[in-house]
């Protein structure tokens, strides 16, 4: 069974703070996204990697970065954490380029920026 | 721009049988993927439909319309553990999915 970690269920950062969310997965994926959930608005896409080193932007990008060094590794930072990131973040992976439609999704980390 | 509706709230009873539907308007559309969500859960990959017709996989079916940009997930012999929320998805060339809302499935006994 592929599986995805999320490094925390739950966090709590103040405004301002440098904030990392790690996400690795164990199945070799080359695909791996950060989304954000919130009521109403269903899950929107931050970013994502198709590879190692590499990232696209999502449809929400602003006021976040990626870092993917390691291919089992996808790390989401917050510069400057700010309470409308408060957030469930979800991170998922899929198998490789043209399978995006089957995604594998980690528990989420609910965040709470005060 | 790129959307999926859906309906954000759907009720039935044990046993019975419910059709969530998914209209979409996305660019370069490769196939309508579905998903379920418990509560404080992931949500997990249910189907996935490329070609027109109904996919059926146990007690869930999905089906699609290209030519009417509409997909519906059909889930039958409802049981209570399927109370749950349900997106579609689309995608496309970009390798992303774009999500629906998600409808939220409340099962009665």
């Known amino acids: 069974d592929v599986k995805v970690t999320q490094s925390s269920r739950y966090l709590v950062k103040r405004t301002g703070e440098k904030v990392f969310l790690e996400c690795v997965q164990d199945m070799d994926h080359e695909n791996m996204f950060w989304y954000r959930q919130d009521p109403g608005l269903g899950l929107r896409l931050i970013y994502f990697s198709y590879d190692v080193k590499m990232k696209e932007k999502g449809d929400i990008p602003e006021g976040y970065s990626v870092s993917r060094e390691k291919k089992e590794r996808f790390s989401l930072i917050l510069e400057s954490a700010s309470t409308n990131q408060t957030s469930m973040y979800l991170c998922?992976?899929?198998?490789?380029?043209?399978?995006?439609?089957?995604?594998?999704f980690g528990p989420g980390t609910r965040l709470t920026v005060t | 721009g790129q959307s999926l509706e859906q309906p954000s709230e759907v009720t039935a009873v044990e046993g019975a049988i419910v059709q969530i539907n998914c209209t979409y308007q996305?660019?370069?559309?490769?196939?309508l993927s579905w998903y379920q969500q418990h509560d404080g859960g992931a949500p997990t990959f249910l189907s996935y439909?490329?070609?027109?017709g109904l996919e059926e996989t146990g007690r869930f079916s999905s089906f699609l319309s290209r030519s009417d940009s509409y997909g519906y997930l059909l889930l039958q012999e409802l049981q209570m553990k399927d109370s749950a929320s349900y997106f579609c998805?689309?995608?496309?060339?970009?390798?992303?999915?774009?999500f629906g809302t998600g409808t939220r499935l409340q099962v009665f006994p």
């Open positions: 998922a992976s899929s198998f490789r380029a043209g399978s995006s439609y089957e995604q594998y």
């Open positions: 998805a689309a995608s496309g060339n970009t390798d992303k999915l774009i």
């Open positions: 439909n490329a070609l027109d």
């Open positions: 996305t660019s370069g559309f490769y196939g």
